[in-house]
């Protein structure tokens, strides 16, 4: 079995998944406050370094493109899953299924 | 028509702690969710936010840049420990010139708080000077304190030991802030 992602990892993977060919850092960003974190806002700090972290392990793949008047010209850095990232995912996925699968839902409060 | 843009001193701090790769993207992607809730909710609101989010980038700033200088950073960890413990134990001694040993504990432990504290920052060149004017007394106390130690006849390791990592600290420093990449900021 390869390393299991963490929690904020499979966020991270989600939201690029999600965002298709518009995953930048900052849609990425928006997008895990809108749809993972809706209660408080995410440290763009821990975005951007699982992001790298992500693209070291080869799971995300990121190519450089021209900015835009609202970012002030500055370049862009889209990202796109990898084949080695959607296998990662998948078995992140089911691993946390065949888990939960045993156990009923929601846990009783002790 | 006023420019919508985040605090300069902010962009400024952002600048400083991401790595050179990624600082055009990075600051590009900040100003323009800034510029987004700017408009939606206001100048306080987008200016907190903003100050948030450069502020979470400081663990990994402090990670890379301590990563990159480890023995500088061991160094100064020990000697602002050991002016803590100088001036700790000159109260609890009842030392004769208290003033005198208390603003030497004091200067060696907060050169070594300001270089662990400058270092991911070192690229603002204010910051780097004011280091490496940290330097100068530190290493004039540490050169004196050797002195007297070898020329004592009662040899007080713990001076010796204190001096050493000074003069360690010292060059370390100069050295650390030398080598900043070139890409330097001005404040």
Redesign the interface.
Known sequence: MAELLGTFEQLVLLAVVRLDEDAYGRSVLREMEQTFVRTRSVAAGAVYATLDRLEQKGLLKSRLAEGTPARDGRKRRFYRLTAHGSAALNEAKSTLESGWRSCSWPLEVL | MKTI?PPNTMQQLLLALLPAN?R??????????Y?ERHRQSGSFSADA?YV??V??????GCIDAYAHNPLLALVCCFTAASGAWLGTMSILLRHQHLVQSESIAGTIAAQGLLTLAVLPLRRIRMLRWVALAGCLPVLYLAAGALYSTLHSTDTEGYILLISLALIVQSVLTWIAMFRTPKTTITA
């Open positions: 843009a990624s055009e993207t990075i600051s590009g992607d900040l100003h323009e969710a510029v936010w948030l989010q502020l979470s980038f400081l663990p990994r």
